[in-house]
């Protein structure tokens, strides 16, 4: 199994990932970041993970706010809570520390990767602690970013928008990036029959993804119209666990912190024409949905 730290904002689709990371690879450690919600929540949120999967993985509470500026929270898709109305699950868990970085500097070994599925802060925080962290790790999958449209703003996505200068120097470190953007992610998509199917399944954790489904597509409706909604982190997971189910090409990938309109977007060099830039990243294009939900569904116990 392919072991793996989850640095998170749960976070309905970080739920999701953090159930199937537990379930398909070694997570030895979850770090969280504000994000969605403010740190507490989804430090709170982590916790509560653990305790309907019943593991002890720890749990570090890491950066509170982005490097630059005020924290940006996703309260429209996610509720104030991270979690919108899902019923909480009573527990009586503790953080293992408030150090998340000192814990991603001193876990980092070379089979480990490190999931991103939240704002990169925690991850740029442990890059100008030990710049070396980079070549002591496997390697970095990010949910985050996009060849393509965008969620925050029509062009910046929301993980990379909420920390843009954390994200940009993950980008310029020259760790091995996998990066899982939007035009990857939203084609894998949850739907009413999905929620129905893990609703079918009597387990604790299908019962806990089915409300997540229903919530979001509830919320997804009034923002899109659309009761679907894109499992994004778990597309990080995957990349990981099941590189197969994941088309990735060799790119090019910078991230603007200036631009008025364009803060927070990742530039992903496609030209065919020119000569493009090297690649840093390795970006995802296609999944196999069929297979992956599968993988999801199996996970949840469905
Ligand atoms: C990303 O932002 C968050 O709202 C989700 O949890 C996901 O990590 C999608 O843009
Ligand atoms: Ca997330």
Not at 60 to 73: S, W
Not at 87 to 93: G, L, M, N, T, V
Not at 260 to 280: C, E, F, K, S, W
Request: with cysteine; aromatic share 2%.
């Amino acid at each position: 199994m392919k072991r793996m730290i989850i640095d998170c904002d749960p976070g309905h689709d970080d739920a999701i990932a953090l159930i199937l990371a537990h379930r398909v690879a070694d997570v030895v450690g979850i770090t969280t970041v504000s994000g969605n919600a403010p740190l507490s929540a989804t430090t709170e949120n982590a916790l509560m993970l653990t305790a309907l999967l019943e593991v002890d993985t720890p749990v570090h509470a890491g950066a509170a706010g982005p490097l630059v500026g005020e924290p940006v929270h996703a309260a429209m898709v996610h509720g104030e809570s991270g979690l919108g109305t899902v019923d909480r699950i009573p527990h009586s868990r503790h953080v293992a520390s408030d150090d998340a970085v000192g814990y991603l500097l001193d876990a980092a070994a070379e089979d480990i990767w490190i999931v991103a599925i939240g704002p990169l802060t925690n991850l740029a925080h442990a890059i100008e602690r030990d710049p070396t962290w980079t070549e002591r790790i496997a390697g970095i999958a990010i949910m985050g970013g996009s060849a393509g449209v965008g969620n925050a703003t029509p062009v910046a996505e929301f993980n990379i928008y909420a920390d843009p200068e954390a994200a940009a120097r993950v980008f310029e470190s020259g760790v091995e990036v996998v990066m899982c953007g939007l035009n990857l992610t939203h084609q894998f998509l949850t739907d009413d029959g999905i929620a129905e199917r893990l609703r079918a399944a009597d387990v604790p954790t299908a019962r806990f993804a089915a409300q997540i489904c229903d919530d979001i597509h509830g919320r997804m409706e009034s923002l899109t119209g659309r009761r679907t909604a894109a499992l994004h982190d778990p597309c990080a997971v995957l990349a990981v666990t099941h590189p197969d189910l994941i088309e990735t090409e060799a790119r090019a990938v910078s991230v603007e912190v200036d631009g008025t309109l364009t803060r927070g977007m990742t530039v992903v060099d496609q030209r065919i024409t020119r000569r493009p830039n090297a690649p840093n990243a390795l970006v995802g294009y296609g999944i196999d949905a069929e297979k992956g939900m599968a993988q999801v569904l199996d996970a949840l116990g469905a």
